[in-house]
């Protein structure tokens, strides 16, 4: 317990290190915005900023919607509101254009900060800790790295500045998650549309879901059909035509007869292959018997990839979201097989709150493509159908990281 504890301890102070990561790009992204801004401001006095103002707004909407996209990924949905109004005055008045601007001056100075102490504490951290490893290069009266400013003259004084840099890991551990909720704070308050629209856009988008759900369940009705038409019935026709003509041989000839039908009963076998097939590709049994944990388990012990799955989830969710989450990490492995040249692969499940989050990681070549195939888009469609998300971050080179949050309702 101790132990598992310990673990999700680290894994949450590495996703706030993360985040803070994050944030700190997105600061500097505002940063810049906020300097046009001053720009701008000193240009309007002379009357020529004005007709810099329209690019400035699509510049500071050009940002939030980066910040919106980042908060997204770590929480709760930010929308992104609708196109800017036309015409200068219009587009001033708005709401969102003013909170946008806000945003961006309160994450270009506070966000900003709270990057820098975010990335600073474990760099901080990690130069004490190895600090007896080289303090004999460093002029002893200048005392240790950071804040430490005692002289450092021998092993045991090195030593004691490891020591600190451990606490100063525990900081991290504990204060790494606070300073990136806070840092999160003012982007989840300023770039939140308002409630009427909010509920508008929420409208279209899960109208343009269910229009997706649709058209993915439509594929897989067709793909079902396919294979009991190419298959299965095929075999059964055959067992069907071997039966008729083993008993037209029977009073002939007794030994052809048994030859048919032996066919028949391969024939019919293979049938019933083939129809277990397509079964599990509906609904894999294997998630009833043995649970999500146990189902993905067993694709990792059939990936050609060395695979390691790590799963956390406490007890069942709804069928549908087990299913989908099978699949995804079913067809996630294909694609590491086929396409990604990687020598190991990572499947994580845990649950926080509602939410199932899932991520895929693998070692490979990255550069993995929604637009070029590979079944990204497929997976896509079925994460979408359930009202669920998929963030996909494939740089060439590699690694790929494929992360998906799915509702955990009963």
Not at 53 to 67: D, I
Not at 188 to 206: F, P
Not at 357 to 381: F, K
Request: proline share 5%; charged share 20%; hydrophobic share 50%.
């Amino acid at each position: 317990m101790t132990r598992r504890y310990l673990l999700d301890r680290v894994r949450v102070s590495v996703d706030a290190l993360e985040r803070l990561v994050g944030g700190l790009g997105t600061s500097l992204l505002a940063l810049a915005a906020f300097l046009w801004l001053i720009i701008v401001a000193l240009m309007c006095l002379t009357g020529v900023g004005l007709l810099l103002v329209p690019g400035m707004l699509q510049a500071f909407r050009s940002v939030a919607n980066r910040e919106r996209d980042r908060l997204t990924r770590w929480g709760p949905v930010i929308l992104e509101p609708e196109p800017l109004p036309g015409g200068l005055l219009p587009a001033v008045r708005d709401r969102t254009v003013q909170r946008e601007a806000g945003w961006v001056v309160t994450h270009a100075t506070f966000g900003f900060i709270m990057g820098i102490v975010g990335l600073s504490l474990p760099l901080y951290a990690v130069q004490c800790i190895t600090f007896p490893l080289w303090w004999r290069w460093v002029d002893a009266e200048q005392g240790g790295p950071g804040f430490i400013s005692f002289p450092v003259r021998t092993e045991l004084d090195a030593l004691a500045v490891g020591l600190i840099g451990i606490g100063w890991v525990a900081v991290v551990i504990g204060l790494g998650p606070v300073l990136a909720r806070i840092q999160a704070a003012p982007g989840r308050a300023l770039l939140a549309v308002d409630a009427d629209t909010d509920l508008s856009l929420r409208v279209a988008q899960l109208t343009a879901t269910r229009a997706a759900a649709l058209d993915a369940h439509a594929v897989e009705l067709r793909r079902i059909e396919r294979s009991l038409h190419d298959g299965t019935q095929n075999r059964l026709v055959a067992v069907t035509v071997l039966l008729g003509a083993a008993r037209r041989a029977l009073t002939r000839d007794p030994e052809t007869a048994g030859e048919i039908l032996e066919r028949a009963q391969d024939a019919a076998e293979q049938a019933l292959a083939e129809l277990r097939t397509v079964v599990r590709g509906i609904l894999p049994p294997v998630l009833a018997d043995r649970g999500l944990a146990g189902a993905l388990t067993g694709l990792a012990g059939s990936c050609a990839v060395p695979c390691t799955v790590d799963v956390d989830v406490p007890g069942r969710c709804a069928v549908s979201v087990e299913a989908t989450a099978y699949f995804v990490v079913a067809e996630a492995l294909t694609n590491v097989v086929k396409h990604s040249g990687a020598t190991r692969a990572a499947v994580t499940v845990h649950q926080k709150g509602d939410r199932l989050l899932l991520r895929v990681d693998d070692d490979g070549r990255g550069g993995a493509d929604e637009s070029r195939g590979s079944g990204l888009g497929g997976i896509r469609r079925r994460i979408e159908a359930v009202d669920g998300r998929l963030v996909l971050t494939s740089p060439p080179g590699g690694p790929t990281a494929m992360r998906v949050e799915l509702p955990c309702g009963s």
